[in-house]
């Protein structure tokens, strides 16, 4: 296992993040705030995903009110108001009962503004969310560093978590990102070892759910076995519960986090002799239900397949027109192409039932 880096224990909602605490997986709506019903049906959605932490924006008077009904209808899940701007959004927002507020407190405007929400959040026991993002960087750090960099804004989180800490307010997380993966890797480098606040790390702007996934993952992937992170967010432009999918099957990569099965499958080559793609595709959909983490091998050949087979929980080595089953190691039998999906589904359904 990665030498985790120490952090402080903050707890948003019923979940705690930091210190041994698990990884958390975070997302954000896409709906209008104001729209309350389809802003409601995206968290229940992205709940349902595997989401435990959700942030929603609030950037008007509109969207306030239609948090505070949406904080109603959802109960149990923690919920993050994102505010830019406007500090009576913050305090609206934790009057309404959000669990967390992520602000810049530089551009909220005075320091007694920033005092007023640190005041607002302290009397209701809710963590602050510094997050720093490299599209709206200070003028005065640009300009010191040439331009935005990993220095600048490693800098500029630290300036304002002095502001809260100014203020008696430590309830604190913090975010860095940028949409240069190198450029977010040096920044937490440069702040991890100068504070003990969780982080919440992410690839900011990453891109469509193709090119992002692997700009997020090689990000995430890097400070995460480096020791750095407690909770992530995957930004996509797609649908919401895609990010939770990716970081799902990400954390579980990584052996951090478990969520269900694992499948081991070869890439084909010409030594192929089943269709091996369609197969476990149909496998990977047929077990989506499941949560226990058992690991299954779908091996397309004679050269790396038994070995494979014999490593996993259970699976398939594939000849021409038909395969071996393996259990714990164990030949079970051999199984005909066609029934090769079925096989595998029923023995597997039999081993959870044990």
């Known amino acids: 296992m990665y030498n985790r880096r120490k952090s402080r224990v903050v707890r948003i909602g019923g979940v705690p993040i930091g210190g041994d605490h698990p990884i958390t997986i975070q997302s954000m709506t896409n709906t209008k705030t104001a729209d309350v019903d389809a802003t409601v049906s995206q968290i229940k959605a992205l709940a349902e995903a595997g989401c435990e932490i959700v942030r929603v924006t609030v950037n008007d008077k509109a969207a306030a009110k239609g948090f505070k009904e949406i904080r109603r209808k959802i109960e149990?899940?923690?919920?993050?108001?994102?505010i830019h701007f406007d500090y009576n959004m913050a305090l609206s927002a934790i009057e309404a009962g959000a669990d967390k507020i992520r602000i810049n407190p530089g551009n909220i405007g005075s320091l007694e503004r920033v005092r007023a929400v640190a005041d607002a959040a302290r009397k209701r026991g809710i963590p602050i969310r510094v997050g720093v993002n490299s599209g709206s960087l200070e003028q005065d750090l640009i300009d010191k560093w040439g331009g935005v960099s990993a220095e600048g804004l490693a800098e500029s989180a630290l300036r304002n978590v002095r502001i809260l800490e100014d203020m008696d307010f430590d309830n604190i997380v913090i975010s860095m990102k940028a949409s240069n993966v190198p450029m977010t890797l040096t920044a937490h480098k440069i702040l991890a070892p100068q504070v003990d606040y969780p982080l919440h790390i992410g690839i900011t702007e990453a891109g469509t759910l193709y090119s992002g996934t692997i700009k997020s993952t090689a990000g995430l992937s890097a400070l995460l076995t480096g020791g750095m992170g407690d909770t992530v967010r995957i930004s996509l432009t797609a649908d919401p519960v895609e990010e939770v999918r990716v970081a799902k099957e990400m954390l579980q990569s990584l052996r951090l986090r478990n969520?269900?099965?694992e499948i081991i499958s070869c890439p084909t080559c010409g030594r192929t002799e089943i269709d091996l793609i369609s197969l476990t595709e149909q496998v990977q959909r047929r077990i989506a239900h499941i949560t226990a983490p058992i690991s299954i091998a779908i091996m397309?050949?004679?050269v790396n397949g038994p070995g494979e087979a014999k490593e996993c929980d259970i699976?398939?080595?594939?000849?021409?027109?038909?395969?071996i089953l393996f259990k714990k190691g164990q030949i079970v039998r051999k199984i005909a192409e066609a029934d090769m999906a079925d096989v595998?589904?029923?023995e597997i359904e039999k081993m959870l039932e044990v």
């Open 76 to 82: 149990h899940l923690p919920l993050v108001a994102d």
């Open 259 to 261: 969520f269900g099965p």
């Open 300 to 302: 397309g050949c004679v």
């Open 315 to 323: 699976g398939i080595a594939a000849g021409r027109g038909s395969g």
């Open 344 to 346: 595998l589904l029923e």
